[in-house]
């Protein structure tokens, strides 16, 4: 079973950046397409980025697309996601998993908060 383990989040003013990390361990992570993905209060959880096993072809919700950047590096069985000009809206607890998502490997996630 892989276990997932998010950081990076923070309080940031709008139009900042940061960079999540997300370790997986569990030798299979490297051969799944894995993603980004998160949840605001009130509000149910989405998928914001998503990255294929060679790391080769990425996708974006229309809300983050040209500031969010996902990448990897399956050496390290880590998943990142750069986020730049970040705006209010982006304040949710951001977690990582496969995709589609395993129930079983959700994290605690990492809190980002957009504000000024």
């Known amino acids: 079973q892989v276990q997932l383990v998010e950081s990076g989040g923070g309080l940031v003013q709008p139009g900042g950046s940061l960079r999540l990390s997300c370790a997986a361990s569990?030798?299979?992570?490297?051969?799944?397409?894995a993603g980004w993905y998160r949840q605001a209060p009130g509000k149910q959880r989405e998928l914001v980025a998503q990255?294929?096993?060679?790391?080769?072809?990425?996708n974006y919700a229309d809300s983050v697309k040209g500031r969010f950047t996902i990448s990897r590096d399956n050496a390290q069985n880590t998943v990142y996601l750069q986020m730049n000009n970040l705006k209010p809206e982006d304040t949710a607890v951001y977690y990582c998993?496969?995709?589609?998502?395993?129930?079983?490997?959700w994290g605690q996630g990492t809190q980002v908060t957009v504000s000024s």
């Open positions: 569990g030798r299979f992570f490297k051969i799944y397409a």
């Open positions: 990255i294929t096993t060679g790391g080769t072809t990425t």
């Open positions: 998993n496969r995709v589609p998502a395993v129930s079983s490997s």
